[in-house]
C-alpha cells in the first residue's frame, strides 16, 4: 500500500488530498470536501493524463506554429511528446486542427495545430 | 598620432568634443561603456540646472554653475535638446531653521545668481498649490531650470560627430604613459591609441587616470544616488523643482518634474566603495520616500515607474578639478565633475576646449556646424505635422512604445544616426521607447526586431546596455530545431 | 473626417466580441482599429488551454480561441483595420489613430467601445532593489518573446507572483528545457488557479514559495542570482530569512493593470479600485456613448466573461449609435461592502432596470463558507448562494434580476457584500 499526496484541481478550495494506491488504484481517500475529491483522485491515481501545449519552429518564419495534443496524453509521454514535437516538419500553408504530428509517442493521440498560418 | 583623445563619453567629454570641434583637430572620443551617457553619471542624475547658489562662494563649482546655468537657454536651441527654466525652490519645513535660507541666498547672491527671493508660506502655496502643509516659506530661484541630461549628451556628441570627432565605445584604458610628443593609451583589450593632448572626463575614473601620470593625486569618492520615478499622469503636481532646505537631519530629497513630464523623487548620498555599484537599496528607496514626502504628502503608490542609482564622482577635496596638471603637459583633467556638473558642462566644454586649442595651437574648423537636428518626437507634434511626418516615411506611422507615443521611425533614425544607438538602452535613452509606465513591457520585443534588422545582428546578440547584458540566451528548442 | 456609428478601439478578445454584437444589433457602418499586426490581442501568445470551457463547453487554446471569434467577423464582414494606434479620443468622440497604410486619420463616432486590455505592472512599480541588469522580464514580454518569436529570455528561472500568466510561465519554460527553481508569492495565498498550480508547478516539482518576495537583485550586466526573503504579516521581509538563488532570469507576475490613457482623454471617470472606467448597468461611462468592456474595464479571471461582458458593451453602443436609447437619468452608486473589491458596474440607473445585472468583483481576501448578499439602503435585499471558497483570484458574481429594483423603486444605494458563516 502507497500513500499519496495531491491537491484536488476542482475548485479554488483546493483540498490536500491523501490517497492510499495499490496497484495503481485508488484503495481509500481523506481530506476532500465533495465527491470532486473523490473523482480526481480516482482519475489522479489510475490515469493522469494533460493536455500539452508547445509551439514548432517553421523554417523562413519569424513565429512558430503553436500545436497541442487533440487530447490528453498519459502524464508520464509530457517530455517524450514535446521532444517529437520539436523534430516535426511544418508544410505550409496550415490550420487548425491540421496533424502535425501523428499518434504522437504512440498514445493515439495527434499534436495539431491550434492557429493558422500560410 | 591624432591630436586629442578625450577619456569618457559623458556629459563632459561629450561637450568638450564638441567644443573643440570648432578648431581644425583630430579628435577621439573613447569609453569603457557601449553608448555615450552609458556611465552611471550622465545618464542617472538629477537632470536639475542649478541657480548656482549651493557652491561655496570663490570655487570652480561655483563658477562653472552660475556660467554653465547662463548658456542653456542658446544652447538647447542649437543643439535641439528640451530645457524649461521653470524655477527651483529651496523648502523650508516646520523647525527647520529659517536662516538657512537668509545663507543660502546670500551665498547665491555672492556667487552672482539674479533674481532671488524669500517666499513666505503663502506665497509658496502660490506658487505650488499642492506642497506639503508643514512647508513654511522657500528660496526662490528664478534661473533653476530642468533639462534632459542624457539627450543632452547624445546631442553633443551627435554634432561634435557630424563635426569630424570620432567615438569608440568599449574601450577601456589599462594604461596611460608619456611618449615623446604626447601620450599612449593602452586599452584593456591591448590596444594602443595615441594622440598629442589628453582630456581626461572619466568621471570617477579621473582620479585612477590623473594618478597615472600627475603627482598632484586626486581621490575620486564615489557617491551612490537613489531615485524613484514617477508616472506622468502626476506632472501637473508641481512647477517648479523642489529642493529641502539642508539642515541636520540631512541634505533633503527633491521632488522634481522632468523635461518628459515624469516626477523625479531623490537623491540620496551615500558613500559606496566600487564606482560603478549602481545598485538600488531597500534603505535607500525607504529615505526617498520618507524625506519626499514632506514635500509631497500622500505621494501616490502606484505611480512608480521605476527606481535606479546614479554614482557621482566625488573629488576628496571638494571641488571641480579642472586645466592642464603642472607635472604633466598636454594632459588637461575635468576629474571630480559631480553636482552641479550637468549645469557646468557647458561652460567646462568651452573653457577645457580652448585651452587644449591653445596648447595645440589649433586653426579655427571652418566648416564647423553647430546646429544639431532632433530626432523629431512625434509625441510632441501636431496633428498636421504627423500626417507630413507619416507621408514621408511610413515607419512614423507605427507606434512601437505606446506609453511614450514612439514610432518605428524615431528607433531607427536613432539606431541610423552617429554614434547611434545600438543597445536597448541606446534606444530608450535617444527616443524614450520604453521609458514610460509599462517599462519596455509591450515594446522590448519590436525593438529588438528593429536593432537585428538596422544592424544585421541576431536576436541573442542584442544587449541591454552592452557587455553581456544579452536579452535572449538561444532559440526555442535548442540549436538543431533553430537550423 | 470619417463619419462611424460605433467604432471599436482594440481588436483583442474584447473588441471582437463587441463589434459582433454591434453588428447583431444592427450597425452596419462600425469599425474595429487594432494595434498589433493581425487581430486577436493578447490571446494570439496564449497557446496553452484552458479557454473557452464556459463560452463553447470545450477547451481551446487562446489562438483557436481568439481565431472562433476572428471566424465570426469575417463571415460577418465586419470592418477592421490593423496597425493602427488610436493616439486620441475626445469626449465628443473624435478619434485621432495612425497607421503606416492610412496616416493620420480622424473618425467622428456615434458610439465608441473602449476595449484596449490591460498591460503587467512591471519591477519599477515595486521597487524591488539590486542592479538593472538584463533579465528581468515581465511574465507576458517573456511568454511573447518564447511563443511568437522563437526565443528563450533564459534557462535558469524564478518567478515573482504567482498570477496565472507565471503560472503558465512556468510550465512553458519547463517545457523548452529551463529550469524553474521557484514560484515566489508575497501573499499567504496564490491569485491563479488551483488547476495551474498542479498542473504547472507541482506537476513539475516547482517550489511555490508562499509568504516570500524577491530583496535583491544580483548582476551587474546579466542577471545572476536573486535574494529572496520571507515576509510577515506587515508583507515586510523578516530579517534572517533570506536565501539567495543563483538564476539568469526572473519573470513577474505581480498584477495587470487597465490601459486607460485614451479613456482619460476622453474624459472617462476611473475607479480606484479598478483602475477602469465608472460604468452603469449598461456598461457605459460618464461620457455619453463611450462604453467600455473586457480588461480595460477591469481585468478578468476568464476570457469567456470578457467576451460575454464585450457583447453586452457591443450590444449597448449599438443601441446608443441607433438611437434606441432614452436618456436613463440620475445613476445610484453601488458600494463596496465586506469583503468585496472593485465592483462593477459601480452604478445603477435602478428605475430604468429591464434586463438582470451582473455585479462583479474580486474578494478582498480568501473566504470559506461565505456568500454574496446585496443590500439597499443598508437593508438586505438578496442572498446569493452560499460558496464553499471565494479567492482574490477568481472573480466573484451575481446576478440581480430586474424585478428586485422593480420592489424598491426609491432605493438610493446598493452594497455589495460577502457573508462569511461564523
Request: negative net charge.
Amino acid at each position: 500500500m502507497e500513500t499519496r499526496i495531491m491537491t484536488c484541481i476542482g475548485c479554488p478550495m483546493g483540498c490536500q488530498l491523501t490517497v492510499e494506491v495499490e496497484n495503481n488504484q485508488m484503495v481509500s481517500v481523506t481530506g476532500n470536501t465533495c465527491k470532486k475529491g473523490v473523482e480526481y483522485a480516482r482519475d489522479e491515481v489510475a490515469s493522469p493524463t494533460r493536455m500539452v501545449t508547445s509551439v514548432v519552429r517553421v523554417p523562413g518564419r519569424k513565429a512558430p506554429l503553436c500545436v497541442k495534443t487533440a487530447q490528453a496524453i498519459p502524464k508520464d509521454q509530457i517530455f517524450a511528446c514535446l521532444q517529437a514535437v520539436r523534430k516535426a516538419h511544418v508544410n505550409l500553408p496550415v490550420s487548425i486542427g491540421d496533424v502535425v504530428v501523428p499518434n504522437v509517442c504512440n498514445t493515439g493521440i495527434d499534436v495539431i495545430a491550434t492557429r493558422n498560418l500560410d | 598620432m591624432r591630436d586629442v583623445i578625450i577619456i569618457g563619453a559623458g556629459v563632459i567629454g561629450c561637450a568638450t568634443a564638441r567644443e573643440l570641434s570648432r578648431r581644425k583637430l583630430d579628435i577621439l572620443v573613447v569609453d569603457q561603456a557601449s553608448d555615450v551617457a552609458d556611465g552611471g553619471c550622465s545618464k542617472a542624475n538629477t537632470a536639475i540646472v542649478h541657480g548656482g547658489y549651493d557652491a561655496k562662494s570663490g570655487t570652480l563649482k561655483a563658477k562653472y554653475n552660475v556660467a554653465g546655468n547662463a548658456m542653456f537657454d542658446a544652447i538647447s536651441q542649437e543643439l535641439e535638446v528640451p530645457f524649461e527654466r521653470n524655477g527651483s525652490l529651496v523648502v523650508a519645513f516646520e523647525g527647520d531653521d529659517l536662516s538657512g535660507l537668509e545663507e543660502l541666498k546670500a551665498r547665491g547672491e555672492t556667487n552672482g545668481v539674479p533674481g532671488l527671493e524669500i517666499l513666505n508660506q503663502a506665497a509658496l502655496q502660490a506658487k505650488e498649490p499642492n506642497i506639503g502643509p508643514t512647508a513654511v516659506a522657500a528660496l526662490w530661484v528664478p534661473t533653476g531650470g530642468i533639462v534632459c541630461p542624457y539627450e543632452l549628451t547624445v546631442a553633443y556628441a551627435e554634432n561634435a560627430a557630424a563635426n569630424g570627432v570620432q567615438f569608440q565605445f568599449d574601450t577601456a584604458v589599462d594604461r596611460l604613459e608619456a611618449i615623446p610628443g604626447g601620450w599612449r593609451i593602452t586599452t584593456t583589450s591591448g590596444e594602443t591609441l595615441e594622440a598629442k593632448a589628453i582630456v581626461n572626463a572619466a568621471g570617477c575614473g579621473s582620479g585612477r587616470l590623473n594618478n597615472m601620470v600627475s603627482a598632484h593625486k586626486l581621490d575620486i569618492l564615489p557617491r551612490r544616488g537613489e531615485y524613484y520615478m514617477v508616472d506622468k499622469t502626476y506632472s501637473g503636481t508641481f512647477h517648479s523643482a523642489m529642493f529641502q532646505l539642508p539642515s541636520d537631519k540631512g541634505k533633503g530629497i527633491l521632488v522634481a518634474r522632468t523635461v518628459d513630464g515624469t516626477l523625479l523623487l531623490g537623491p540620496t548620498a551615500e558613500d559606496v566603495d566600487d564606482p560603478t555599484d549602481t545598485r538600488t537599496t531597500a534603505e535607500g528607496l525607504a529615505k526617498v520616500l520618507q524625506f519626499a514626502s514632506r514635500t509631497w504628502p500622500n505621494i501616490p503608490g502606484r505611480s512608480f515607474i521605476t527606481t535606479f542609482a546614479g554614482i557621482r564622482p566625488r573629488p576628496s577635496d571638494g571641488d571641480f578639478r579642472l586645466g592642464e596638471a603642472p607635472d604633466a603637459p598636454g594632459f588637461f583633467n575635468a576629474a571630480g565633475i559631480e553636482s552641479p556638473g550637468l549645469t557646468a558642462a557647458p561652460a567646462i566644454g568651452v573653457d577645457l576646449a580652448g585651452w587644449v586649442a591653445d596648447y595645440l595651437k589649433a586653426e579655427d574648423n571652418p566648416s564647423f556646424q553647430p546646429k544639431r537636428t532632433a530626432i523629431p518626437k512625434f509625441r510632441e507634434l501636431s496633428n498636421e505635422e504627423r500626417a507630413v511626418l507619416i507621408a514621408q516615411d511610413p515607419a512614423f506611422g507605427r507606434i512601437v512604445c505606446r506609453c511614450e507615443t514612439v514610432t518605428e521611425g524615431e528607433i531607427r533614425e536613432a539606431i541610423r544616426r552617429t554614434p547611434g544607438a545600438r543597445t536597448l538602452d541606446g534606444v530608450k535613452r535617444r527616443t524614450r521607447a520604453g521609458m514610460g509606465r509599462c517599462q519596455a513591457g509591450f515594446c522590448s520585443p519590436r525593438v529588438v526586431d528593429i536593432l537585428c534588422e538596422e544592424l544585421g545582428l541576431q536576436p541573442t546578440e542584442i544587449t541591454k546596455f552592452g557587455g553581456n547584458s544579452v536579452l535572449l540566451t538561444g532559440p526555442i528548442g535548442g540549436e538543431e530545431a533553430a537550423q | 473626417m470619417r463619419q462611424v456609428d460605433v467604432l471599436i478601439i482594440g481588436g483583442g478578445p474584447a473588441g471582437l466580441a463587441a463589434a459582433i454584437a454591434a453588428r447583431e444589433a444592427g450597425v452596419e457602418n462600425l469599425l474595429i482599429l487594432e494595434r498589433e499586426e493581425s487581430l486577436g490581442g493578447i490571446l494570439k501568445q496564449c497557446i496553452h488551454n484552458g479557454f473557452g470551457l464556459q463560452r463553447f463547453g470545450e477547451e481551446l487554446t487562446g489562438p483557436e480561441y481568439a481565431q472562433r471569434y476572428i471566424d465570426k467577423a469575417m463571415e460577418l464582414a465586419l470592418p477592421y483595420q490593423c496597425d493602427t494606434m488610436v493616439l486620441d479620443v475626445t469626449p465628443d468622440r473624435v478619434v485621432t489613430a495612425i497607421s503606416p497604410t492610412e496616416g493620420l486619420q480622424q473618425f467622428q463616432a456615434k458610439a465608441i467601445v473602449l476595449a484596449m486590455g490591460c498591460r503587467e505592472r512591471p519591477r519599477g512599480a515595486l521597487g524591488i532593489p539590486g542592479w538593472r541588469c538584463s533579465g528581468i522580464y515581465s511574465a507576458g514580454t517573456a511568454q511573447r518573446f518564447v511563443n511568437l518569436e522563437g526565443f528563450l529570455p533564459g534557462k535558469e528561472v524564478v518567478i515573482l507572483g504567482s498570477g496565472d500568466i507565471g503560472l503558465i510561465m512556468a510550465r512553458r519554460m519547463t517545457f523548452e528545457g529551463c529550469k524553474v527553481k521557484a514560484c515566489v508569492e508575497l501573499m499567504p495565498y496564490s491569485s491563479g488557479l488551483k488547476r495551474n498550480i498542479v498542473q504547472c508547478l507541482d506537476d513539475y516539482g516547482i517550489p511555490l514559495m508562499l509568504n516570500h518576495t524577491v530583496v535583491d537583485v544580483a548582476g551587474r550586466e546579466r542577471l545572476e542570482g536573486v535574494t529572496i526573503a520571507q515576509v510577515g504579516e506587515n508583507l515586510k521581509p523578516i530579517p534572517g530569512t533570506e536565501q539567495y538563488i543563483p538564476c539568469d532570469t526572473l519573470l513577474l507576475s505581480v498584477g495587470l493593470i487597465p490601459e486607460n490613457e485614451l479613456s482619460t482623454a476622453a474624459g472617462v471617470e476611473l475607479s480606484p479600485a479598478t483602475s477602469g472606467p465608472v460604468v452603469d448597468e449598461t456598461l457605459a461611462t460618464n461620457v455619453p456613448g463611450i462604453f467600455a468592456a473586457g480588461n480595460v474595464l477591469h481585468v478578468h479571471d476568464l476570457v469567456d466573461f470578457v467576451s460575454e461582458e464585450s457583447a453586452r458593451a457591443g450590444e449597448q453602443a449599438a443601441r446608443y449609435a441607433l438611437g434606441q436609447t432614452a436618456d436613463n437619468g440620475p445613476a445610484i452608486p453601488v458600494e463596496n461592502g465586506f469583503g468585496v473589491n472593485g465592483v462593477v458596474p459601480q452604478r445603477v440607473h435602478a428605475g430604468k432596470v429591464d434586463a438582470p445585472i451582473r455585479f462583479m468583483f474580486r474578494p478582498r481576501n480568501v473566504y470559506k463558507a461565505v456568500r454574496i448578499c446585496v443590500d439597499f439602503d443598508g437593508q438586505e435585499v438578496l442572498r446569493g448562494k452560499p460558496h464553499m471558497i471565494m479567492a482574490p483570484g477568481e472573480m466573484a458574481t451575481l446576478e440581480v434580476e430586474p424585478q428586485l429594483f422593480a420592489d424598491h423603486p426609491d432605493v438610493s444605494k446598493i452594497t455589495v457584500r460577502l457573508e462569511v458563516r461564523q
